[in-house]
């Protein structure tokens, strides 16, 4: 634990890229093996799931410190980060043993099997062995809130420089929900034999928003045009007879989605498609709400499966016949995938992604602003000569989405921030009239500038009304338009309705709480989207 908190400590004390890089590459090479192992996989996101409860964390805290419990909960909404409050209030201790990191997540696997008692013997014995910096990245393992301040980009850099492998290969090799309980670094970053890793998905490759007008991209003609779906990015992998869904985010979606199940006979083998996994029906796709009613369901019903049928829309090939082809042109490896989907036995199961055949970039545009109409949230524009790279690279694939939908509201509410920002009020929650009546409809934490979010943090202040809590009610004077990518009904709501990516545009100063828009505003915008 000892020599993951320095590096912890490290990167959180610098924002250069290369000081980062450098302190993982400096972790790796006076680590053991097993505890690197788990270390990367905490800094790439594969945090240990929270075994304890929040509540139990602060009643055990507040006891080891000796402090009321009402002034632990008052300190905590000041400090405004569990882990960083329990470290500071814990009574000084020096480290009596080096915990190694393999053993402290092993030993957190078990705590949920375990009495409540028996739970807080275990934590407090480690509160008490640890220093004040080992006891907040070990307090932030169990919240379940693991973050470092590294990309997983970095973390591949750094393992490239020190491996000596390229940074593409080490990327490959991340994939997947391997454990670092069954693998060793030779077995993780040794180049895959036949059969040995045929679950292994790639890197998905990442297009950036488009910031300058299209025109800067050159002539259409070097381009592929497809419309940008709204659905969960996929990879179909089939290898050695074996079918796995992957989404984006590394989740493993074959037993999900049935819909799939046969492509394993259809596919050849050594074949990787990716594509956008959307509900679709009668040669269209359905809402993105549609797809919400799959995810997370652990039994599908036949209801389910009927009202949110699945499709992937296939706009790449990543393999073929065993081969990877990534770094062929985008040409070639469409060109494949046209002859792939051609296949009478795949259709209404594997779609190939529409070529929109525009003339010029003014006729883009137009698409891009009525890109709604169209069933879509805008276009991806993708050099027909780029090889198909990993993470989010600029230059190749770019994605130009039409323009959020809006609406005023009303603040009402507001929370203080974690971390740096836990002495701000930054989490606001804002309402819209259902008549002569004030409910609330979305939060949003994001789009004020700092000098905006120091001036309303003073006005919150001066303007509290109630407090619950780290909560504070505020009188309803401020307007602020919140942009977001799409709207639907919710019974479990107040409103009646759930925004989808809700942030703050703007603070509309010009506006009055009276001039705010109302719920019906919301509903009519529903209908309009159905």
Known sequence: MKLFTQLFVTIDQTTKTNDKVAAIVDYLRHSDDRSSLYAIALLIGNRPKRPVKTADLKLWAADMSEIPYWLFEESYHIVGDLAEAIALMLPPHAPTRDYQLPEVITQLATLPDLADERKKDLITSYWRDLDKDQRFVFTKLITGNFRVGVSRQLVIKALAVYLGIDE??????????????????????AEPGQGTRDFQPYPFYLAYQLDSTPESL???GDWYIEKKLDGIRGQVVVRNGQLFVWSRGEDLLTDKFPEFGSLDDLLPD??????????????????????????????????????APLVMVCFDLLEWEGKDIRNMHMLYRRNLLETLLSSPSLQGVLLLSDLMPFNNWGEVAVFRQHARDFHCEGVMVKRKDSIYGSGRRRGNWWKWKTDPLTVDGVLIYAQSGHGRRANLYTDYTFAIWDGDTLVPFAKAYSGLTDKEITELDGWIKRHTLERFGPVRSVEPYHVFEIAFEGIQASSR?????????????????????????????????????Q
């Open 168 to 189: 593409a290969a080490v990327a490959h090799r991340l994939m997947g929900k391997w454990s670092p309980a069954k693998e060793t670094m030779a077995s993780l970053f």
């Open 218 to 220: 050159g002539d259409i």
């Open 270 to 307: 050594g074949t990787v498609v990716d594509g956008e996994i959307i509900p679709w029906q009668d040669g269209r796709p359905l809402p993105f709400q549609v797809m919400q009613t799959r995810i997370g369901r652990k039994t599908l019903s036949p209801k389910v499966l009927r009202e």
């Open 493 to 529: 709501h107040k409103s009646g309705v759930a925004l989808r990516f809700p942030r703050i545009l703007r603070w509309r100063r010009d506006k009055k709480a009276g001039e705010a828009n109302t719920k019906t505003d919301l509903l009519q915008l529903i209908a309009a989207s």
